[in-house]
């Protein structure tokens, strides 16, 4: 057999590296970082290889299964999509079209075909119980972006490559790639940005693999950062450090900010942040003296009590140094497939909030989603429009979503579930249909989201490696066959099939061809890429992707017109964020309060994603991940050692784990990576039980959110440790 070469965009994180793959026949033999990919530079991490043992994965599923008293049994696709439209159906018919609930995992945000053809999905289940892993990640940012720059996609990404000075809050994006700033190879980039004479500052309860190259690590009390950046704002504020620049004429709202900070000084804020009122002050100032500067904010300070307001706060201390939208500060990328420039059904809308409520919380839709810290309580609730049934799209939320137990036993009594994923998991083990979509080397690749929020323009489309055989489905084709069935089973109109039959017909990537001519560097926009700007067939021709060159300045041509007809702005007090700073003075009060002995964090890494990928061998070598890390004088204090066993406990429940000893960790906090938990019964996946671990989520506490934005506040929940007698289980 002769070996041929493929080049691909790896799918399985933000970074979007560019992968150069051998491939004999079936098995693809090498995997190499791609030189010539105009973002990764050659750049790869050891999750790239693994995407050829996910494609050979025995254990991953091929073929529908339909639950049987017995266990599982393998049927053909005409007659799984019919009985998903069916049990769908029934159920809406029963009980009203939300007793469907909808949960859509994070690899549907990397998945081309789920990404253009799940909007209208979803308005053809017309559910408003829709959950997604937005409300255990970005939730806030989408949020404060939404109310302050008017578009919830409107997320400022860190000028790595031009910056002077990049504060990273709540983030490590050594070990996670880089997330809301796809950046492959941040090592490289941050050594840059100190090789320049710039500085690169880590805030951060864990002094992590980022911190460790960077210039300084701060380290803050876990859910404590919006009163330290409220304390960042004041010292803006008093000492005459602002400067709005070519903002100027763009922002409203600044006395308001000024006034709602005022409180926050540094010295107040300095015990409940664990940080010194005289650090605040100089990392501050540092910001201001910067050339330029971007402060960057991720899923520490976003899974967090506080996260709207961190995330505001972010956003505003970038303005407030004229560092939004400039060289070097927080800017916007400029996709070729603009998802945030376009209209539906091409691009994705502005946002919305609380349009609805959750049913026992009363918390606040955002985007048409409900935050699924709620999922299992609104299954629980019953009442008048009561949740019978469940779909799943690639997402496993019993390790995913916050006090997971109780989320399985509600999945234990639904009527109906039914899940798309192409492994049987934690989740999908309750599902009475599974449906495997293709994997991630059987499709064609184009990064519709991560495109818009990378620190550089590029343009790449990957055509699958291995077409797919006739027994498989994709995913789109999988949610345009429900779709189908449901039109049938409803009578649907004419014009309503049509439509499904046009867009069956025309397929994702000639709709990525359409997007790519009406987008800023289509027609007539790209005039650097040649007169007739960007095409698919120039996207074709190049198999690295195309370089569209550094983020520019877009202001204020980007900000939506106001909703009121008035001319764009950028809001800096916004009221529902003014408002819940009442809610951040209240924390400062009860800082004086006894603390918890323990709070507990998350950690990710580097050969693992989220709660899949343990079952890739290669990935899973090595001494056991899953550990508790805890600073030695805590340790002591315990009288635990390296490698004996602990339960911690919370609220919810407790977990018995091995420590890890950390002097890297703040003292009194600990951390557990995410994901684990692979013992349950009933999973298919054997490598991955062969490593289980526990999960951090039958820790975590679904009634502890952000009240604001009601995502699930991972960061610094409070548990309790006792050492377990006798040796490591
Ligand atoms: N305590 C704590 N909990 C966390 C986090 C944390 O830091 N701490 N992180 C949170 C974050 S940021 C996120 S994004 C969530 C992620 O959690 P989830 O949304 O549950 O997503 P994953 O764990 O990535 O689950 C992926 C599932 O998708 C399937 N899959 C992979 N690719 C495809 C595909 O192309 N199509 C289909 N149909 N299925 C596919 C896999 O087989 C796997 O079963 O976890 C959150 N949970
Ligand atoms: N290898 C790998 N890469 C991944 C993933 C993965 O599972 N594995 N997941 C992907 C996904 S879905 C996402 S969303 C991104 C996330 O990417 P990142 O946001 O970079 O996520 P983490 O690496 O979890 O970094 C979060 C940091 O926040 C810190 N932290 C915790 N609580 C607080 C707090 O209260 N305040 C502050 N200041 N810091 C706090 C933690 O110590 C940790 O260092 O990563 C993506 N990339
Ligand atoms: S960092 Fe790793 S997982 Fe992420 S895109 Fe690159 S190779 Fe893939
Ligand atoms: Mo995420």
Redesign the pocket.
Known sequence: MSVRTHYRTCSL???MCGLTLEVDGERVVAVRGDSDDPLSRGYM?P?GPAIAALHDDPDRLRQPLRRTGSGWATIGWDEALEEAAQRIHEVQRAHGKHALAVYLG?PVVHNLGSMLYGPSFLRALGTKHRYS?TSV??LPQMLASYLMFGHQLLLAVPDVDHTAHLVI?????L??????MSAPDMKRRLAAIRQRGGKVVV????R?E??EVADEHVF??????ALLLAAMVQVLFAEDLINLGHLAGLVQGLEVLGEVTRAFTPDRVASATGIDASTIRRITREIAAAPSAAVY????????PFGGLCHWLVNAINVLLGNLDRRGGAMFSLPAFDVLGSPPPLGVGRGSFGRWRSKVRGLPEFGGELPVATLAEDIAAGGDEPIRALLTIAGNPVLSTPNGPRLEAALAGLESMISIDFYLNETTRHAHLILPPTGPLEHGHFDVVFHAIAVRNTVKYSPAVFPAKAHQRHDHEILTGIERGLHQRRNASLATRLELRLRERLGPERIIALGLRAGPWGFGGGLRQGLRGVSWAKLEAAPHGIDLGPLEPCLPGRLPARRDGGAARIDLAPAALVADVERLAAQLLADTEVRERFVL??????????SWMHNVPKLMTGKPRCTLLMNPSDARGLGVGDGDSVRVASRIGSVVVPVELDDGIMGGVV?LP??FGHHREGTGQGVARAHAGVSINDLTDEQRIDELSGVAA???VPVAIEVVAGKPV
């Open positions: 994180c933000e970074a991490c999750k994070n892993a990640d970005q809050l709540g983030g490590n994006p070990v996670s790639n880089g997330s809301i805030i951060d309860p864990r992590t980022t911190a803050v009390r876990p859910g404590s950062d904010g991720r899923v520490g300070v976003s899974m967090h964090i998350g950690r990710r890494q580097l050969r693992g994603n989220n951390s995410h994901g991972f960061s610094g």
